[in-house]
């Protein structure tokens, strides 16, 4: 198969993961709207891997479970309630909830479609191109291609955020739904979340998220200090 018409391929399986989103992802969210609205739910996320392509996998945060796992923290923390709470505030992976028990479906097959594709296009450069390519201009390929999965999923979670199953928790609430990873610039995350919800909900979020980055880092180095002694 010609590099041309893998790159066709791909895309046409992107497309296919953008509206497979719509579909699967409005049920999971409407449910977790339902069940944990009244417990301060603040963000509905989508969470990746940090290359948007590994899993999808549901992740959200409500007030009453960063209480629960701020309280955890302070057994040992350096910060006080208030810090350590606003660093914890938008870290998925502390969250109670994270990777929910609910599941997106039909997602997974073409999520996988869309990784396969990925890797064969990778591959298919180290035979065809690696005399005419260096790994540099390959691996800004790959990221490109990536950041196209990444447009295509913000898109559709523009769509999914103007549900009417979704759209009145949002308009009512200070919630957001975000796309979200271990390891990601914050400021990705801040634009897709302006892209997904508008810049009123940027603007709310920003200033929480760098508190709490403050406030993380000011964390570690109180403990780096404390391990030297």
Known sequence: MQ????IKQFKQAVAELEQALIREVPPVFSRIIQRYQKDGL???GVYHNGEYVGYLLSTFSTER?????????????????DQQKLS?????????????????????????????LLDDIYYSLDDET???HSDRERLDLLDNLQQEVRVSLVRGLKVV??????????????GVIALLAGDINEDDVLDDIEHINGRQKRQQVEPEMAKGHE???????????????
């Open 3 to 6: 590099y041309q018409d893998r």
């Open 42 to 44: 603040y963000c509905l």
């Open 65 to 81: 479970g960063l209480n629960h796992v701020t309280d955890y923290y302070m057994k040992d923390s350096v910060l006080n309630r």
């Open 88 to 116: 914890l505030r938008w870290s998925p992976c502390d969250s109670p909830y994270h990777e929910a028990e609910e599941e997106f479906g039909a997602l997974e097959h073409y999520r996988s479609k869309v990784e396969c």
């Open 130 to 132: 690696a005399r005419t």
């Open 161 to 174: 955020a103007r549900q009417p199953e979704i759209a009145p928790w949002l308009a009512k609430s200070e």
């Open 215 to 229: 406030y993380y880092l000011k964390a570690s180095e109180i403990w780096a200090k404390e391990m030297k002694l």
